[in-house]
Nanobody
Framework: VQLQASGGGLVQAGGSLRLSCAAS????????MGWFRQAPGREREFVAV????????KYADFVKGRFTFSRDNAKNTVYLQMNSLEPDDTAVYYC???????????????????WGQGTLVTVSS
């Protein structure tokens, strides 16, 4: 499946952004979807995952209730609503899809086989 992430931009600390990840080529039915981010000089890190099977979501500890992961199957799109943004949230955000996740590996980027191109989020202090 091809993924196209969008919605990044420049925002002040405390502000909000909604990232979108639109899929094409195949329906997202049956795909578990993840969001990851990579800041300059740092490794790609897990942000959130939403399972297809039961709709459950898991978030990284640093999210602290600020982000919400949703999906619209009719639009073949997933979203990451990010509130109370902090300068440390500055990174390129990537969406990813997987059909082979197991619970213990859902935060591992190596378990995702399709990736979007990334969208840059910059949070100013």
């Amino acid at each position: 499946v091809q993924l196209q992430a969008s919605g990044g931009g420049l925002v002040q600390a405390g502000g909000s952004l909604r990232l979108s990840c639109a899929a094409s080529g195949r329906a997202l039915t049956g795909y578990d979807m993840g969001w990851f981010r990579q800041a300059p000089g740092r490794e790609r890190e897990f942000v959130a995952v939403k399972r297809w099977r039961d709709g459950s979501a898991k978030y990284a500890d640093f999210v602290k209730g600020r982000f919400t992961f949703s999906r619209d199957n009719a639009k073949n799109t997933v979203y990451l609503q990010m509130n109370s943004l902090e300068p440390d949230d500055t990174a390129v955000y990537y969406c990813a899809a997987s059909q082979r996740l197991i619970t213990s590996s859902r935060t591992d980027p190596n378990m995702y086989h399709d990736w979007g191109q990334g969208t840059l989020v910059t949070v100013s202090s």
